[in-house]
């Protein structure tokens, strides 16, 4: 790396010039990155004559908390008025057994996939790759019948159903080309020990797959919590996620416009996300890396 | 005795693998192909508020491409797409080569670059919503500042508003790009821009002429990636717009939503459905085949 850096650095003749200007491009893009989310959170901090009065890119003068109180306890989302606290706990009552299931099950078919191998796999991966980026508007309407037929729908449980199912694709993706990595002797050797195929799995292969559970974990926990087609097509009502609440919230055109109000509900929604991004933004990154299917 | 890793063992043991993944694969199989053979069905029915299987031939598509709305649709993919995508490519590789010149704080930049991409876009169209609002946002602020005559109304305007999806659109994936372009930079062999800096070679030339056509993989995985995300492009529209003013943001995935769910066209719905699958396949069916041949093992 540093031999690269140095062939960089003397091929850019790094006069004090140009390092001036590529540091003044990279601030003025870092800012501009920046702005929407400073202006979400100095917002939520407003009162609403402050914001009316003017500058969305000052500070709030008079801090307030008010907007974030009644966000998540009394703002009104259709006709309740009990903020968005309900739907933020539906969000993660549906995004932790849908991202546990979904990992686990992706885990077993990557094995399956890499070390079991039988004539035919290229093409069940391959169709089960296929359907990671298919339009989720081809499947929707028979989703919502099966989901009535089942009695799932505006159910948590049902939306448990629809993640588990359009998440083994990406799940089966990373734990596959993390195991196809995995060295085949340690499996044969444990086999001839006489070593079955959960054995194999569960003392050979999973202590060593951490990294890739993190990384599967956070993927799915980030795309499913931030869904808002399923969750608007199939529990649109009390049991809607925390996404379609947003949404619901910011587009009601009832009353005054709260933008303070709408816009703690919108760093609440965000939270969970960023706070992930924060703690384990290598992981992230490489879990999108991995979606855009190079492994 | 050597044991080859499949297919020597008997009985339950030799079928268990295949046993654990049927699961899995009997839901895609259902799930997905099952389902889009189903919507495919419904596309050739006389379906409306309900499904209803009586064949009607084509004559949803048809009805499809005799809409209005549906051409707007489609007038509109392609803007917010082509923006989209080379916007972000230019941002991204713009991006990824000034933080490749030995950026003491790169740690620090990075992630500001790329956090956009952990918000849903739920909350970047809310986000956006209210920084373009013209009446209180962007436009207001710069006209305190006392710039009276700055205008910048492109949310409420009927021919503009497509672009201002396109903005929040950027603003949430190039990050994403100049991730993998960066990836892609740190992956190039030093000799060869060694032994061009030798030659005499001025950096522009060594990007333009060496660097950025090796990147060629990392291009075509970007082009891939954000194609597809585009076309699947729904919840950043209902956030920021709503498909509005009038029917002026109106995309595929918004279409296909109203018609199949609000106007009680479930066969027309299914149609555009149809069609946005048939968009993506062209598009990703060749790359993921020619991605699996290449791992031979």
């Known amino acids: 790396m540093s031999q690269r850096e140095m062939a960089i650095a003397t091929a850019a003749g790094p006069s004090r010039m140009n390092r001036v200007v590529i540091y003044g491009l990279l601030a003025i893009f870092a800012a501009i990155y920046l702005t929407p989310l400073f202006v979400m959170l100095t917002t939520s901090f407003k009162s609403l004559d402050e914001i009316r009065g003017g500058d969305i890119l000052a500070l709030p003068a008079h801090p307030t908390t008010k907007p974030w109180v009644k966000a998540w306890g009394s703002a009104c989302i259709g006709v309740t008025c009990d903020g968005i606290k309900g739907y933020f706990w539906n969000s993660l009552r549906m995004v932790v057994p849908a991202v546990l299931i979904s990992t686990a099950l992706g885990a077993l078919n990557g094995y399956v996939l890499t070390k079991w191998r039988f004539r035919g796999h290229k093409i069940v991966f391959g169709m089960m790759l296929f359907a990671c980026f298919i339009p989720f508007q081809s499947v929707l309407i028979p989703m919502a019948r099966v989901l009535g037929q089942l009695g799932l729908s505006n159910s948590t449980a049902g939306l448990v159903l629809v993640h588990v199912v359009y998440g083994l694709g990406f799940t089966t993706l990373f734990f596959r080309n993390y195991y196809e990595a995995f060295p085949d002797e340690l499996v044969q050797s444990a086999q001839m020990d006489g070593a079955g195929f959960f054995t194999i799995f569960w003392r050979i292969l999973l202590p060593s797959s951490a990294p890739i559970i993190v990384v599967c974990v956070i993927y799915q926990f980030t795309n499913i919590w931030n869904d808002f087609l399923f969750g608007v097509s199939f529990a649109s009502g009390e049991s809607a996620p925390m996404t379609v609440a947003l949404n619901n919230l910011v587009a009601s055109s009832t009353g005054v416009k709260e933008y303070n109000v709408d816009m703690a509900a919108a760093v609440i929604a965000a939270l969970p996300t960023l706070i992930v991004y924060v703690l384990a933004g290598r992981y992230f990154m490489r879990g999108l890396m991995a979606g855009a299917v190079k492994g | ?297």
Not at chain 2, 261 to 279: E, K
Request: charged share 15%.
């Open chain 2, 1 to 297: 005795m050597s044991v080859p890793y499949s297919g020597v063992r008997r009985g339950l043991q030799d079928w268990l693998p295949r046993l654990v993944l049927a699961p899995s694969f009997a839901l895609v199989l259902i799930f997905v192909y099952g389902f889009i053979v189903w919507t495919a069905v419904l596309s050739m029915s006389k379906s409306r508020i309900l499904p209803v299987y009586k064949w009607a031939g084509f004559d949803a598509y048809e009805r499809l491409f005799s809409q209005p709305n549906w051409y707007m649709a489609l007038k509109n993919l392609a803007i917010f797409g082509s923006l989209y995508i080379t916007v972000c490519i230019a941002l991204g590789l713009f991006l990824a080569i000034l933080l490749d010149q030995k950026i003491r704080i790169e740690g620090v930049l990075r992630p500001i670059y790329l956090y956009p991409m952990a918000l849903s876009f739920v909350v970047t169209g809310t986000a956006w919503k209210w920084f373009l609002n013209p009446g209180m946002g962007l436009q207001n602020t710069v006209r305190g500042w006392g710039f009276e005559t700055f205008t910048f109304d492109w949310l409420v305007r009927p021919d503009m508003a497509i672009y201002t999806v396109a903005i929040a659109g950027i603003w949430q994936a190039s990050g994403f790009v100049m991730a993998m372009f960066l990836a892609g930079l740190r992956g190039i062999d030093s000799e060869m821009l060694k032994a061009a800096t030798v030659d005499g070679a001025s950096t522009f030339t060594i990007y333009r002429r060496i660097v950025i056509p090796l990147l060629r993989p990392a291009f075509l995985s970007a082009v891939i990636v954000l194609a597809h995300m585009a076309i699947k492009s729904y919840d950043l529209v209902i956030a920021l717009t709503g498909g509005g003013p009038g029917n002026a943001t109106e995309l595929p995935s918004t279409f296909m939503y109203s018609y199949t769910f609000t106007r009680s066209q479930m066969a027309v719905g299914s149609a555009s459905a149809m069609i946005m699958l048939m968009g993506i396949a062209a598009i990703m069916v060749p790359y993921l085949y020619s991605e699996l041949r290449e791992d031979k093992r």
